[in-house]
């Protein structure tokens, strides 16, 4: 079966530090892979798709990166982060226009 | 841009009580999925209707996608505190290969006992 996982669950970071955020899935191969961002209650905002290795598409122009170096790897990184890049991190695998699978999250809160 | 319209977007009701979710657009999807989403957890798929005018039932949960393929609906009968939880509708445009889907702003559902 497959699983999705995210690391770290929660991070605290001050303004002007950098992020990373990994994702990685077991269990399929050659998955699309996506990053969303979720404000508190609210829906999901597509930030990067990714359709295979080192093959990146930006949703929203922003102070984020994606890259994806591996096949079942997806990181979420920023040089410096703003407040504003605080907020629930969700990275999803899929295949074609059904069903995408999500892994736990991650909160970030940005001080 | 394709945008999907979910109402309402707060509901509060007594176990046992009746419910319709909607989710509303004007652009056309391939596929619609409904997921339900817990605090600090991620959302967890429902169903996926493909079909214009297709009805899923999921035991309590029925799921419809309009015949024009627009808008769709879920209904949950005799609501149970376990129901709890975060509805959001997701439609399914552009390239069936990139798999991108639009979300709606979500349905904060609470089942008091």
């Known amino acids: 079966s497959q699983t999705i996982h995210q690391w770290p669950a929660t991070l605290v970071q001050p303004v002007g530090s950098p992020l990373s955020l990994e994702c990685t899935v077991e269990?399929?191969?050659?998955?699309?892979l996506y990053w969303y961002r979720q404000a508190a209650g609210r829906g999901l905002q597509l930030l990067f798709y990714s359709v295979g290795i080192g093959q990146i598409s930006s949703e929203v122009p922003q102070n984020l990166s994606a890259s994806r170096p591996q096949d079942r790897q997806f990181i979420l990184s920023s040089k410096k982060l703003l407040l504003s890049d605080s907020g629930f991190y969700l990275c999803?695998?899929?295949?074609?226009?059904?069903?995408?699978?999500f892994g736990p999250g991650t909160r970030l809160t940005v001080t | 841009t394709q945008l999907l319209e979910q109402s309402p977007q707060f509901l509060s009701i007594q176990e046992g009580e009746n419910l319709t979710v909607y989710c509303n657009s004007s652009?056309?999807?391939?596929?619609l999925q409904w997921y339900r989403q817990e605090p600090g957890e991620g959302p967890v798929l429902l169903v996926t209707v493909v079909t214009g005018g297709e009805v899923k039932k999921l035991k309590r949960l029925t799921f419809q996608f309009g015949d024009a393929r627009k808008d769709s609906s879920l209904h949950i009968t005799a609501a149970q505190p376990g129901d709890t939880g975060l509805y959001l509708c997701?439609?399914?445009?552009?390239?069936?290969?990139?798999?991108?889907?639009?979300f709606g702003q979500g349905t904060t559902l609470q089942v008091k006992p």
């Open positions: 997701a439609g399914a445009g552009g390239s069936s290969n990139t798999g991108k889907l639009i």
């Open positions: 652009s056309v999807f391939s596929s």
């Open positions: 269990g399929t191969s050659n998955p699309n």
């Open positions: 999803a695998w899929g295949f074609g226009y059904l069903e995408q699978y």
